[in-house]
C-alpha cells in the first residue's frame, strides 16, 4: 500500500502563518501537520508515499527528508496558484504510472490532524473502498460531507442537505482498480477546463458504479482551514 498526501494548497485562510511555509508545515506545538500524518503512516507500516507539493516545495523536501525510514518521492504541481487540488492529485497519479506501482491507496489532505485509531479503523476495515466518516458531528458548511444511501457513499461535495449527510474527512482507502477509474475521470474533467473543481466532482460522476463505504468513527479528526480550526486541534493535543 502506498500513501498520496496533497500538500500542494495555498493555505490562505491560515495567514500570516503561511506567509513564509507551506500550510502542512503549521505547527501544532512543535509538530507539523504533516508530521502527525507521516508519524501515523509509519506507525501502521506505511513507508511507501507520495506528497505533492504547491509553494514553498523545497520546505516540504527538507522536513520529509528527516523521516530516513521513509520512501518519500515528490511531484510538484507548479500550477498550483491557479488550480485545485484536482491537477495536483491527477499528478500524483501520473508519477504512480511513471514508477510502475499498482499497489491500493491511501489518500489524505495534508491539512488533517487525526488519531492514531482512525488510521487503524481505516485499515482494518472489511471495504475495498472507503472513506472516514462521523455521524456524530454536524457537518460543516465548509467541510466535506456524504450524503449515504444505506451503507453506501451517494455524493461527495460541501453545503450538503439531509437527513442522511454526515461530516466527510478525506483519508480514504481504494483499490488500484477505483483509483484509476478516478484518475481517468479526473484527466477528463481537466481537459474540459475543470482544474479549478474539487476532484470529488470528477468522483461523484463514477458513483455509485464505484462502490465506496463510510469507515465510521468517534475518534478526533480535524481540517485546518483557518485560525479556528488550528486551535481546536491544539486544544485536543494537550488533552
Known amino acids: 500500500m502506498i500513501a498520496i498526501i496533497l500538500a500542494s494548497g495555498r493555505g490562505t485562510r491560515l495567514q500570516p502563518l503561511t506567509n513564509k511555509r507551506p500550510k502542512p508545515l503549521v505547527k501544532v506545538d512543535n509538530i507539523p501537520l504533516l508530521g502527525i500524518q507521516l508519524d501515523a503512516l509509519h506507525q501502521h507500516g506505511i513507508t ?3 506528497i505533492t507539493t504547491g509553494p514553498f516545495p523545497n520546505q516540504i523536501h527538507s522536513f520529509a527528508d528527516e523521516y530516513t525510514e521513509l520512501d518519500i518521492k515528490f511531484v510538484h504541481n507548479q500550477m498550483y496558484a491557479k488550480t485545485n487540488y484536482i491537477l495536483s492529485l491527477w499528478l500524483a ?3 504512480l504510472k511513471k514508477l510502475n506501482i499498482n499497489e491500493d491507496i491511501v489518500l489524505l489532505h495534508g491539512d488533517l490532524a487525526f488519531e492514531e485509531t482512525v488510521l ?3 485499515l482494518a476495515a472489511d471495504v475495498d473502498n472507503g472513506v472516514i466518516v462521523n455521524q456524530n458531528t454536524d457537518p460543516s458548511p465548509k467541510d466535506f460531507c456524504v450524503s449515504l444511501v444505506g451503507n453506501c457513499i451517494s455524493r461527495i461535495d460541501t453545503h450538503l442537505e439531509g437527513e442522511n449527510v454526515h461530516q466527510l474527512y478525506p483519508i ?3 483499490s488500484r482498480e477505483a483509483f484509476e477509474s478516478w484518475l481517468i475521470a479526473m484527466g477528463e474533467l481537466i481537459k474540459q477546463g475543470g482544474d479549478g473543481e ?4 470528477a468522483l461523484n460522476k463514477l458513483l455509485p458504479k464505484i462502490i465506496i463505504r463510510p469507515v465510521l468513527i ?3 479528526c480535524a481540517e485546518v482551514d483557518n485560525h479556528e480550526d488550528l486551535q481546536v486541534v491544539k486544544k485536543w493535543w494537550h488533552e
Do not use: M, P, T
Not at 474539487?198 to 466532482?201: G, I, Q
Open 172 to 174: 480514504y482507502k481504494l
Open 120 to 122: 487503524d479503523r481505516l
Open 93 to 95: 497519479g501520473q508519477a
Open 218 to 220: 468517534s475518534e478526533f
Open 198 to 201: 474539487y476532484a470529488e466532482a
Open 48 to 50: 511507501k508515499i507520495i
